[in-house]
T-cell receptor, first 115, second 113 residues
């Protein structure tokens, strides 16, 4: 399977705990994006990387959120001291800018439930 | 501030007929538009895209039309099939997609057999 993969697919945690999600992009895609989707809404941008550099962060990404892409391949998104409002689907997408139009391809998502 | 709007939360269409999903945007900097299809508990699947230099793009049963002056785009599915039942998201980007995507709230399409 050469698509974007995300792990875990589901995570249930108690408020105050830390959680970490992983995203493996499509091979050779050097751009990686994180989005969050809540019920009844479209995905909302959180942050993105070009190779290992984090180029943009949304205001949605509070200090409790941190994302890394240490070797320009997979990425992790960590949420510290989770709150019930963090319950959402976390989506990862990757793309390969070819100098023309760029299309992002999404993974299956990680659904987080904070109790 | 909702920069991408899908004003119809749901749409029901008879199998074999045409499905038309609509999307409006407000940001004049958007120059690349995409449609994604999403099943429950899965990530969005890319369907079709169009850049602002075109007004129509076709791929099999799917056609996207862009009206830049009205800041409006639509997705036509002909003929509609039961497997098309899903939530459809319109997304927009600037710099021909080399930026983050801004999504609408989605339209749930139900194809009636």
């Amino acid at each position: 399977d050469t698509g974007v993969s995300q792990n875990p697919r589901h995570k249930i945690t108690k408020r105050g705990q830390n959680v970490t999600f992983r995203c493996d992009p499509i091979s050779e895609h050097n751009r990686l994006y994180w989005y969050r989707q809540t019920l009844g809404q479209g995905p909302e941008f959180l942050t993105y990387f070009q190779n290992e550099a984090q180029l943009e962060k949304s205001r949605l990404l509070s200090d409790r959120f941190s994302a890394e892409r240490p070797k320009g391949s997979f990425s992790t998104l960590e949420i510290q001291r989770t709150e019930q409002g963090d319950s959402a689907m976390y989506l990862c997408a990757s793309s390969f800018p070819s100098g023309g139009e760029e299309t992002q391809y999404f993974g299956p998502g990680t659904r987080l439930l904070v109790l | 501030d909702q920069q991408v709007k899908q004003n119809s939360p749901s749409l029901s269409v008879q199998e074999g007929r045409i499905s038309i999903l609509n999307c409006d945007y407000t940001n004049s900097m958007f120059d690349y538009f995409l449609w994604y299809k999403k099943y429950p508990a899965e990530g969005p699947t890319f369907l079709i895209s169009i850049s602002s230099i075109k007004d129509k793009n076709e791929d099999g049963r799917f056609t996207v039309f862009l009206n830049k002056s009205a800041k409006h785009l639509s997705l036509h599915i002909v003929p509609s099939q039961p497997g098309d039942s899903a939530v459809y998201f319109c997304a927009a980007s600037s710099n021909f997609g080399n930026e983050k995507l801004t999504f609408g709230t989605g339209t749930r399409l139900t194809i009636i057999p």
